[in-house]
């Protein structure tokens, strides 16, 4: 008897000893995996900020522009539309640089500077226009190649053929960069300025004010209609093959490739309704269809989460059915409801697929004024420029990921403090 105790007793310590062995495996094996997670994602962000915080700044030159009567206002009448600014630019560099006066190099020298120096000094005229005949010292943009040798971005020492800046250019950047004429300065355009065909002009403002738009067309359809169809599904539908099938099917939209509410979108909205395409309001209202499931099945959640208690209670004491949805599950429910809208909204806001399928990917560059406007978003605003040739999109492809981060950050953020601060325990 007693060998027989001593024989089980090793074998439940050896199963033991075997059971923790392989729970310290799985332990190790689970931590190996989330430092790997963690690596890949320092790996990520330290390459997006390197190549990206550097669009934050942009290069600028500084010049000594005489603000020319003959060119500005031939006939004695301020002509702000069709006067050569550009001859005023060309003035001042020619002052820097008397050797140069053969016509290609001078436009070499030209090229320096970016073509949007003139709109500039335009708009400075048509604010002051007593600053004709008067010389002033301004500080213009600078091109793109010449922000990228600044920077470090293009390779001084490869061969001339194989980089988009020459040797005599080159020279001209050290000698302004010698006399203090080259600045650098926060990169205000970046976030004021619409898409250009000039890495130094490019801005992000009009793809934000485009998100924005679809953001708010999202959130006005999207939520009422998830909430209320939540309410319904969870506290009023009867329990039968109608209501099961309804539940599998929202599971089932939730999972769809985004894609697809695209293709919806485009034959609906803009073939069948005829709204406009490449519009806020048609991008909101195919992300509204993506965001819907998502809404409901966070709803559902929140509301399944009430103690059954308190309707209990409530109908204890004489309320109705609808008093009790919505005099105390409702408010109870609604921080869970809210935290899954924003975690909804996070996903319409870095979707790119939809919006490709309705004309969004158009090149815009006014900033949308209303709904309506044509428009693109942030999210396809990063893939134009990803697919554009010049290097100097590549940083600002970067920057605008960053600012997109930031905002999908922000986002997540608030419905996690939104969630903390008026959670309720059971």
Known sequence: MTRSK???RQKVE????QRRRRERWFQMLGLLA????VVFLLVFFSTLISKGSSAFMQTHIMLDVEYSAEIISPDGKPDTVYADYDAIIRNALMEIFPEVTDRRERRDLQRMVSIGAGYQMRAVIERDPSLIGTRQSIVVPAAANVDMVVKGNIDRDIDENLRPVSDRQLAWIDRLDAEGKLVTQFNTALFTNGDSREPELAGIRGALMGSLYMLVVTIVLAFPVGAAAAVYLEE??????W??????????LAAVPSIVF????LAVFINWMSLPRSAPLVGGLALSLLTLPVIIIASRAAIKSVPPSIREAALGVGASKMQVVFHHVLPLALPGMLTGAIIGMSRALGESAPLLMIGMVAFIVDVPAGFTDPATALPVQIYLWADSPERAFAERTSAAIIVLLGFLLLMNLTAVILRKRVERKW
């Open 14 to 17: 050896a199963g033991l000893k």
């Open 243 to 252: 209501s099961d099938l309804i539940e599998v099917n929202i599971n089932n």
């Open 236 to 241: 009023f539908a009867p329990r039968n093959r």
């Open 34 to 37: 989330t430092t790997i997670g």
């Open 6 to 8: 001593n024989v089980s």
């Open 262 to 265: 695209g293709l919806l979108a």
